[in-house]
C-alpha cells in the first residue's frame, strides 16, 4: 500500500492520504451523498469555500513530514486493492483528563452492513490506546436517528453514558443527541490478545 500503514486488520488497513485518495475523496465530500445525512447533518453543509478549504488541507497532508504523532486522523482503505472506503479521526473532548472522543465516516452505502465499521472503529480504537497510553477513556458521539452507528458502538462495547434528550434537529425533526464510551481496563479486558487478533478469530 502506497500510504504508511498505522494499523491493519483483516480487510482494511488505516493508513496515511495518498496523492490517489485525493480525487475519490473530493467526490465523496460534496453535497448530495447519504453518509452526510448520518453525520451530523444537524451541524448543516459547508460552503464552497469551506469544501474547498478541507479539501486543500487534505492535499497538504499528503506525503507531508509534519503530520501528528499519533495521528490525528487517518484514511480508510481496502487491503486488497487499496481502495479508499473512509476515514478515521480523533479530537480532545478534555485534555486535562485525558479524554478522547473517536469519529469514523464510511463513505459508500454500499459498503454498509457488512462490519467495516466495526473494523475500522475497532483498530481505530486500539491505536489510540496503544499510542497515548495516559489516555483513560474513548468516547463517541452521535444521534438517536443514526441507528447504525448506536449498534456499531455497543458491538465494540461502548456503553451509554450520557443521553440529552431533543437535543438535535434534523429537517424540523428532535432527536437525541448520545455519547458512549468505554475505558481503557475495559477495552483490555474484551480485547485481552489485542482487538485485530479477536477479530480475526471472528472473521474465521
Not at 38 to 43: K, S
Request: aromatic residues 12%.
Amino acid at each position: 500500500m502506497e500510504g504508511a500503514v498505522c494499523r491493519r486488520g483483516v480487510r482494511l488497513a488505516l493508513r496515511d492520504w495518498t496523492e490517489r485518495d485525493l480525487p475519490t475523496l473530493e467526490s465523496w465530500l460534496q453535497p448530495g451523498h447519504a453518509w452526510q445525512d448520518l453525520d451530523g447533518p444537524y451541524f448543516g453543509r459547508p460552503s464552497s469555500e469551506e469544501l474547498e478549504r478541507v479539501l486543500e488541507r487534505y492535499r497538504n497532508a499528503v506525503g507531508s513530514a509534519r503530520l501528528a504523532v499519533p495521528r490525528r486522523e487517518l484514511a480508510i482503505a481496502r487491503i486488497e486493492d487499496d481502495r479508499l472506503l473512509g476515514r478515521v479521526n480523533r479530537y480532545w473532548q478534555s485534555r486535562e483528563t485525558h479524554w478522547l472522543s473517536l469519529g469514523i465516516t464510511i463513505f459508500d452505502p454500499g459498503q454498509w452492513g457488512r462490519a467495516l465499521g466495526f473494523e475500522a472503529l475497532g483498530l481505530w480504537s486500539e491505536y489510540v490506546l496503544d499510542k497515548l497510553p495516559d489516555v483513560i477513556r474513548l468516547d463517541l458521539r452521535t444521534w438517536s436517528g443514526n441507528e447504525r452507528m448506536i449498534r456499531l458502538a455497543g458491538k465494540l462495547g461502548y456503553v451509554e453514558e450520557a443521553r440529552f434528550r431533543k437535543a438535535r434537529v434534523v429537517e424540523g425533526e428532535y432527536y437525541d443527541s448520545v455519547g458512549y464510551g468505554i475505558l481503557r481496563e475495559e477495552w483490555r479486558e474484551r480485547y485481552p490478545d489485542g482487538f485485530a487478533a479477536d477479530l480475526a478469530r471472528m472473521l474465521d
